[in-house]
Nanobody
Framework: QVRLVESGGGLVQPGGSLRLSCTAS????????MYWYRQAPGKGREWVAT???????NYADSVKGRFTISRDNVKNTMFLQMNSLKPEDTAVYYC?????WGQGTQVTVSS
């Protein structure tokens, strides 16, 4: 059984930064690609970023240049550094290691 636990969400002003973490247990973390998704109020869940086992990254256009995904395979942890945050980034952020999901962490960008 794989367990994913996100942390690091919170309330931040526009233009601010947050760093999300996702720690995995019960899996061969280092050999799998991992993903961040988000779900804004009243909207469907959307893909945000991917990092492969070798560190290759890919981003949704809406966050490219502002967000950075990374991973620490020793600590079984994935990160999402979010800079220049906008109100439209407000959402619950989820980490994913197919087919498992974390419980989500709320990010609110508001003045």
């Amino acid at each position: 059984q794989v367990r994913l636990v996100e942390s690091g969400g919170g309330l931040v002003q526009p233009g601010g930064s947050l760093r999300l973490s996702c720690t995995a247990s019960g899996s061969s973390f280092s050999i799998n690609a991992m993903y961040w998704y988000r779900q804004a109020p009243g909207k469907g869940r959307e893909w945000v970023a991917t990092i492969t086992s070798t560190g290759t990254t890919n981003y949704a256009d809406s966050v490219k240049g502002r967000f950075t995904i990374s991973r620490d395979n020793v600590k079984n942890t994935m990160f999402l550094q979010m800079n220049s945050l906008k109100p439209e980034d407000t959402a619950v952020y989820y980490c994913n290691l197919h087919p498992y999901w974390g419980q989500g962490t709320q990010v609110t960008v508001s003045s």
